[in-house]
Structures are given as structure tokens and as C-alpha cells.
Nanobody
């Protein structure tokens, strides 16, 4: 079992920055890959970015050039640094991990508004 807890969400103005963190516990040494997803009100959950144990990263088109995913294996944390935030980035952001099966956190809410 892997437990994931997200933090760092909040209210930010358009053009601002925010860093989300995901703390993994439990059998975290078995994690192969981790990722960030988001779900905006009334929309389906979508991929934001992902990183494998080897360090290979993938980003959604809307995240490229603005968001950076990073994994600190020693601290069992996954971060998502978001820059140049837009109102359309408003969503609940979820962390997930692949460790035999897929595990999800409960999410952290990000609101981009002036």
C-alpha cells in the first residue's frame, strides 16, 4: 500500500506561481512512476505531468514551458512547480503513483483568480 497526501494548493493571481507537493508513505520504495492530474469543475480528470523512477518526464501540452514536475526519491515527495498560472488552471490537483497498482491522493485545490 502507498499513501499519498497533496499540499500546497491555494488562491493565486493570474500570472503567479505555486508549488504543489505530494508526500508518499507506506511501500513507497515500490513506486515506479508518479504523476499529477487535475480536474476542473464540470470537466474530466486530465493528465498534467508524470515522471518515472528513471527520471523520464512527460507533460501535457498546456503544462509545457510553465509547469515543472520533480521527484525527490530520498524524501519520497513529488513536486509540481507551476508558473504563469491562468484562470483555466483552476482545478483540484491530484497526485498518483504506480506501485503494482495505481494509488491516488485526495487532491489539493488550486484557484487562479484576481
Amino acid at each position: 500500500q502507498v499513501q499519498l497526501v497533496e499540499s500546497g494548493g491555494g488562491l493565486v493571481q493570474p500570472g503567479g506561481s505555486l508549488t504543489l507537493s505530494c508526500a508518499a508513505s507506506g511501500n513507497s520504495s515500490s513506486i515506479y512512476a508518479m504523476g499529477w492530474y487535475r480536474q476542473a469543475p464540470g470537466k474530466s480528470r486530465e493528465t498534467v505531468a508524470a515522471v518515472t523512477r528513471a527520471g523520464t518526464t512527460n507533460y501535457a501540452d498546456f503544462a509545457k514551458g510553465r509547469f515543472t514536475i520533480s521527484r525527490d526519491s530520498a524524501k519520497n515527495t513529488l513536486n509540481l512547480t507551476m508558473n504563469m498560472l491562468k484562470p483555466e488552471d483552476t482545478a483540484v490537483y491530484y497526485c498518483n503513483a504506480i506501485a503494482g497498482r495505481l494509488f491516488w491522493g485526495r487532491g489539493t485545490e488550486v484557484t487562479v483568480s484576481s
